[in-house]
């Protein structure tokens, strides 16, 4: 959606298996929901991986019209793809910190690395040739998986050679439990990152990403980091709703009738003891559709829940749709059925498949045909309109 080749790969989605909505509009009613609880801290969007799979620049120039002006992402690579479709003002961070090598394209492009060590912090500085260069710095408070550790950072504290060549724009760090309603851990991370944090100079304070918004205001600091909950998830014991932003929908690619004793898909592991009706729908696991919701899943169709039956295969699933032909309806070939959206909600999805909202949404194939809601600005509309 960001050029001419990209244009070229549009897809019908009578060309292919099933088609991804993604609402634009819903992920900016989903920042200004955020923006409110978490306010007067500043909200912040984390668009790493290109923001779960949904598109980076899609989603990052959306929150940009709605003010957000901070955002993270995992690697410089996505920082740099990200930079020309955000406001100058806007500031870009490198979660997975400062690779030795990249230190001086991270300076020239203006982004922020968010420094997970002392040898990374002394890099910096030794980048920064007679002034200071901004810096983000990560505390490990008790996730054990990025950040300086207690003792680090007190020797970088003390360190004068490095800490004055660095413009320390954000103090960070990341809880390890923070959709778990009750676990201590967030407490202790909490008071360890106010303690730590505070052998610092002034900065801006960041704890939280989305679950941990809804912990209240000890846990907001200055800024909050959310990545999921603007994309339609939250916790279930989360104060408020994200309005759905990916909707799955699949192709009928087969009707067929089965009878008691007949099984179904890979390894037979569905063999029914009555007549039934099925329908075969063209996504598999090779778009991302989980394989552990064999048996498990389910489509829905005018608000009937039609369970997955048999195994998920690469390219496609099998449902049962006998309780819809009982009522009269029928599917044909080629209609869409629902697999995530408003009825089959991304975070029931992600529990019945065994892992998190993240994931699922990240994994979801690129085969699909994509549909923006309302369209993103589109480079080659000019262009267009230059030649009719
Ligand atoms: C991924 C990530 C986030 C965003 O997490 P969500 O649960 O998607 O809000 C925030 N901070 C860090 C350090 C992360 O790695």
Not at 83 to 111: D, F, M
Not at 162 to 186: F, G, K, P
């Amino acid at each position: 959606m960001t050029g001419a080749f990209d244009l070229l790969k549009e897809r019908s989605p009578l060309e292919v298996g099933g088609s991804l909505t993604i609402d634009l509009a819903a992920v900016q009613a989903n920042y200004r929901t955020l923006a409110a609880l978490v306010r007067p801290s500043v909200l912040a969007a984390v668009v790493k991986a290109d923001a779960y799979g949904l598109g980076a620049r899609a989603v990052a120039s959306k929150l940009a019209e709605v003010g957000c002006r901070e955002f993270f992402v995992a690697h410089l690579a996505e920082a740099l793809d990200l930079k020309p479709t955000l406001p100058s003002a806007a500031r870009i961070y490198v979660l997975n910190g400062l690779q030795p090598g990249a230190e001086r394209a991270c300076a020239w492009h203006g982004v922020i690395p968010v420094l997970n060590s002392i040898e990374q912090a002394r890099r910096w500085a030794e980048t920064a040739t007679g002034g200071r260069l901004p810096a983000a710095l990560q505390i490990d408070t008790g996730m054990g998986r990025l950040g300086l550790s207690p003792d680090e950072l007190r020797s970088l504290a003390a360190s004068f050679e490095i800490m004055s060549r660095l413009q320390l724009e954000l103090v960070m760090s990341h809880l390890a439990c923070a959709d778990e309603e009750h676990h201590s851990a967030n407490l202790a991370q909490a008071t360890a990152f106010e303690q730590l944090s505070a052998l610092l100079p002034a900065a801006r304070r960041s704890l939280a990403a989305s679950a941990g918004a809804f912990r209240g205001p000890r846990f907001h600091h200055q800024l909050v980091r959310s990545g999921v909950f603007l994309l339609g998830s939250a916790p279930p014991w989360a104060a408020i709703r994200p309005l759905t932003v990916a909707r799955l929908r699949a192709r009928v690619i087969q009707v067929r009738s089965v009878g008691p004793g007949d099984g179904v898909g890979y390894g037979l592991t569905c063999v029914f003891s009555r007549a039934a009706q099925l329908a075969t729908l063209g996504v598999g696991y090779a778009d991302g559709w989980p394989r552990a919701l064999g048996n498990r899943g389910f489509a829905l169709v005018d608000g009937v829940r039609l369970p997955v039956v048999g195994r998920i295969s690469m390219d496609s699933i099998t449902i049962d749709i006998t309780a819809l032909v009982a009522r009269g309806d029928q599917l044909r070939l080629g209609d869409e059925v629902e697999l995530l959206g408003d009825g089959l909600k991304l975070d029931e999805v992600a529990e019945a498949a065994g892992t998190v909202s993240h994931e699922l949404l990240a994994r979801l194939g690129r085969r699909f045909a994509r549909q923006y809601l309302p369209s993103p600005p589109d480079p080659g509309a000019t262009f267009r309109k230059c030649v009719a």
